[in-house]
């Protein structure tokens, strides 16, 4: 992903795209928290500088200046001690001056700082930048950092400015561009002191050259994630199990989300991401419940060249079963039954009425269903039960056993 990022969510940023599901943004219901002080505004989509964004569109109530602010912008742990600045894009058809301030609250009070001031020239959509500020640590008493960003224009005539392109960033982001930070070693470091006496934007030059190597610096990163680390390159056993040890293309717990459909060609069957009730209902309904079930799936292949056990059989049961009726933790507990009703080809398999979301004492779970059925033996047939507790059962070889799961 590019080094410099967008802090402000998609309304604040005035997208017309959502940066998540890329899903239109229609002006209808569209909700953004920026407020205005002597004139009124509204959101455009006529009168704009890019077809990506929305505008504001601000009409003055007199030639007085009008003030254009957001404040309360919830700031995430990881961006303490990190610098940031905010910058948009203006016009109008008088020439006019934009003061931007950029603040963070103190715990008492979003302090008083001296802008920066642009002047915006007639009929085109000019430049604005803020003051840089380094966020803090949270105030006592709060749970994150707030941050503030306060626009006053004057000397506008009281004619209708355009407002677009709000972005909220961490002002020095584009040194963790590894062309950025490698071009130094070959340029004399005057240039790089040079272009540090710069001001609203400081290093342009070097932000120019983070903009024209951000897809080739991205394509260098996610080549070195791609192949992971040898477990001779960590000093501490505890580094191997970080996230960013295993690779992105073929470890089951790295693996890049656009990449598991490719990866999961290698355990014989194409990936699932989720099952449904009979009502069409999703079983797993948050991100981290998805990705376990993904990683299950690449890591043991239970519903591809591994279907056929016992085992596979039980740990695909085991999958949707995480969930409890009365909100208990889960026993994942499963029985499993050959030669049911002395058939040689057909499994029965029980599970618990609490530890299945879709199905009562004696009926059949149609999620349950779903997944055994993945990791069946060719040519045999799977029965689903669900049951209030279960009992010691001779000749069982799941509940005729002592201490193979928890009973009732």
């Not at 603040?103 to 008083?112: E, H, L």
């Not at 293309?249 to 290698?266: I, N, P, T």
């Not at 799977?382 to 002592?402: A, K, M, N, Q, R």
Request: aromatic residues 12%; charged residues 20%.
């Amino acid at each position: 992903m590019p080094t410099t990022f967008q802090l402000l969510n998609d309304y604040d940023a005035l997208r017309r795209a959502s940066s998540v599901t890329g899903s239109e943004l229609q002006l209808t219901g569209y909700v953004y928290n920026w407020q205005i002080e002597n004139a009124s505004m509204e959101l455009s989509g006529s009168e704009v500088d890019t077809t990506d964004l929305y505008s504001l569109k601000i009409y003055p109530v007199d030639a007085t200046p009008v003030i254009l602010s957001i404040e309360d912008i919830i700031l995430k742990a990881s961006d303490v001690g990190r610098l940031l600045s905010f910058n948009a894009k203006a016009s109008s058809t008088s020439a006019f001056s934009a003061s931007v301030t950029l603040s963070i609250f103190n715990g008492t009070t979003y302090p008083a700082i001296t802008g920066n001031v642009s002047e915006i020239e007639s009929g085109t959509f000019g430049a604005m930048r803020s003051n840089t500020v380094e966020v803090g640590a949270v105030p006592a008493g709060e749970d994150y950092n707030v941050a503030k960003v306060s626009i006053r224009f004057s000397g506008h005539d009281g004619q209708n400015i355009l407002f677009t392109a709000p972005h909220l960033i961490h002002d020095f982001a584009f040194y963790s561009n590894d062309f950025v930070a490698g071009s130094r070693q070959f340029l004399p470091d005057f240039y790089w002191e040079k272009d540090g006496d710069a001001e609203y934007p400081d290093y342009p030059f070097f932000r120019l050259i983070d903009i024209l190597t951000s897809a080739a610096s991205d394509t260098r990163r996610e080549v070195g994630r791609m192949y992971g680390f040898e477990l001779s390159q960590f000093l501490l056993p505890e580094e191997q199990v970080v996230y960013d040890a295993n690779s992105s293309l073929v470890s089951s717990s790295g693996v890049r989300d656009e990449y598991a459909q490719w990866l999961c060609q290698f355990s014989g069957e194409k990936l699932y991401r989720n099952f449904q009730d009979a009502s069409g209902n999703l079983y797993f309904d948050n991100p981290a419940l998805r990705r376990d079930f993904i990683e299950w799936q690449i890591a043991g292949s239970h519903y591809g060249r591994a279907a056929g056990t016992r085992r596979a059989i039980i740990e695909a049961a085991q999958q949707v079963l995480v969930k409890t009726k009365d909100g208990t933790e889960s026993t994942r507990s499963v029985a499993v039954t050959p030669s049911y009703l002395g058939d040689p080809f057909v499994i029965l398999v029980q599970t618990l009425e609490n530890e299945t979301i879709d199905a009562n004492e004696g009926e059949s779970s149609y999620i349950v269903s779903q997944s055994i059925n993945l990791a069946k033996p060719l040519g045999y047939s799977v029965i689903h039960s669900t049951e209030t507790e279960f009992y010691f059962t001779l000749d069982s070889p799941s509940l005729g056993v002592f201490d193979d799961l928890r009973w009732g």
